[in-house]
Nanobody, 115 residues
Framework: QVQLVESGGGLVQPGGSLTLSCVAS????????MGWYRQAPGKQRELVAS???????NYADSVKGRFTISRGDRKNTVYLQMNSLKPEDTAVYYC?????????WGQGTQVTVSS
């Protein structure tokens, strides 16, 4: 079992920045991939960014050049640095982990971009 706890969401003005954090606990040795998804009202959950245990990253086209995913030194923490935020980035952001055939989700953190 892996537990994921997100933090860092909030209200920010367009053009502003936020950093989301996700801390994994439990069977973290099993994690092969960690990432961030988001779900806006009335829309499907979508991948925002992911990072493999080897360090390779993947981004949705809509956030390339604005968002950066990274891991902490202990590899059980993943961050999402979000710059130049737009109203369309408003959503609940979920941390996700995958490994050994199991995937886990955090409880989600709300990000609202509004003036």
């Amino acid at each position: 079992q892996v537990q994921l706890v997100e933090s860092g969401g909030g209200l920010v003005q367009p053009g502003g920045s936020l950093t989301l954090s996700c801390v994994a606990s439990g069977s973290i040795f099993s994690i092969n991939l960690m990432g961030w998804y988001r779900q806006a009202p009335g829309k499907q959950r979508e991948l925002v960014a992911s990072i493999h245990s080897g360090g390779s990253t993947n981004y949705a086209d809509s956030v390339k050049g604005r968002f950066t995913i990274s891991r902490g030194d202990r590899k059980n923490t993943v961050y999402l640095q979000m710059n130049s935020l737009k109203p369309e980035d408003t959503a609940v952001y979920y941390c996700h982990s995958d490994g050994l055939g199991n995937d886990y989700w955090g409880q989600g953190t709300q990000v609202t971009v509004s003036s």
